[in-house]
């Protein structure tokens, strides 16, 4: 029975229908920039760091063991798990996801041979594209959806696809952006995660800039799996695809020129985890960030880097069932199954929107 | 006395601030309180306002250049009021443009005459400045209410030991409907929240 809320209205006004997780088509947007990130300025490069460009060649690294104050004692990770579970008609008939989704980061720390949850955040957002929509309603269902205790959904506003790369009716880069947004508050979790406790030396899953624009005193470092962008000169990539586990690149510093980075100056080096005759040469590898400034201070000292990584060849995942074993820290590993528990099932969470919404499957079939 | 202002406003209204209570302070129920209407209007300009009112049957004189293009428009024909906005802004933005036309409503009326045209380009005198910058105070106090941004600030310290202003703003932002930027302008004018 329609109850005549402000949701309620909102839904019905604009056709809202019920969609699900259907498989991303062929055509798949690249993430367009949100409403925080800016024109990216060209990135600083300097791979003359530890030895010239031309004479890049593959590190082994060394067995001596790491000082207490060279190895992280907490690991962040963030997740978000949602998707699309209505589509809404703007006035001028573009079709607009809304994505459900829990977004959500913990913080775990060793102690002794074990880790300790020592903090944990968990929300429920609806995100989608609400420029299209007259505030005065967008204001009203954003007041109806936060206050209903089975729900207490925050609308994300998420920001507009690039329109002079993609028609206002393609559904997936209002997808993609709604996405990119969610994530987008992931990140932020994961911020207060480390701000929670930032005397404690912590790994992070991903880059730096993401968790913090300026880092404190304590070690942080970064360990990002997926490499999309290319950082490397040929000879570079040569070395990289050559590595051994247990090897590395040279350290290089990397400045981003926009938000993006965040401007944050890292020294990063690619880590050869894993390998084997069935992995692919681009697989295996992650790419390691410590803040620039944490690098200087230690003197510049390529044993930090090289008894780091260490650490981390020693903490890696060794769980053959586990997908990305080959790229995945334990400790990482550890902090996600901590995390993904504690998430609401997505069909359960877009029932009771359904419901608050006034729709039922024979209704709208 | 702008805040001063607000808080009898609220009191007019009922609207009270409830800190246990989420999301967007109810902008669109203080427009009927001052007999104004509000309108989001595609590129909007002088020649468009003048569509639009000339539609409604209003008489009206000559506001100069059809195609000077607009960032807000105040209009007012005896006690009733309009007020235009552009709509091919953000949502977040149009929000707190029809937050600050009010505020001008709220403000200047006896000030302004029969309109209050803005620009989007600021060239404003001195005057038109002060008046400018008092608005966007009123929209800032209205719709990011200092007992909410304290509130939340005291729940984000108090459940996870730290208040990171960046993290604070996104968060109140989309809590109370308005842009990431304006949030964290307001956030620093309150020192609320750690850089």
Redesign the interface.
Known sequence: MRDGTAADRFFRTYQAQFVGATPVQPFVPPPDAD??STEEATPQIDRTVEMPEAYWKAIALTEQPANENEIPKRFIDGSQKGEPVLCIRSPQGYPIPMVLSEVGAVALESVGRTFERK?V?LER?LTFY??P????E???L??DL??RPEL?L????A??PDFSKHSPFDYEAMRSQAHNRAQ??ME??E???L????DVPTLVDGPIHRVT??PGAKLLVGVVKTHPTNYLHDQGWRTLLNLKPGQRTPVFRYESGGTGGGNLPVATWYLKLAGGPRLAPNWGYVRVEVPWGQFVERGKDFGFIDRLSRWLIDARCRASSYARMPVSLEPIVRAEEALKPLFTPTGLLANRLHRTAGLTEMEWE | MIAETIAQLRQDIGDVIDPA????V???RYFPEFNLRHF?VPQLSIGRVVEHLLREGNAIDDLGDPARKLAGFLFFAGRAGTAFINADE???R??FS?AHELGHAVLHRQSMGNYLAEDLIDDADEAESQREREANAFAAELLMPEEICRERAKE?KSQ?????R??LA??LA??L?V??QAMDYRLRKLEVGH?
């Open positions: 409403d925080e903090f955040a957002v609400a420029d929509f007259p505030w005065e967008v204001e009203a954003s007041l936060l206050n207490k925050r609308i994300l506003p920001a507009p987008r508050e932020m979790m911020r207060l995660a701000a929670s406790a930032k624009s300026k | 209570r989420r999301g967007p109810v902008l669109d989001a953000p949502l977040t149009r929000r029809a984000l996870y030991g730290a208040c990171p960046g993290v996104y968060r989309s809590e409907l842009s990431k850089a």
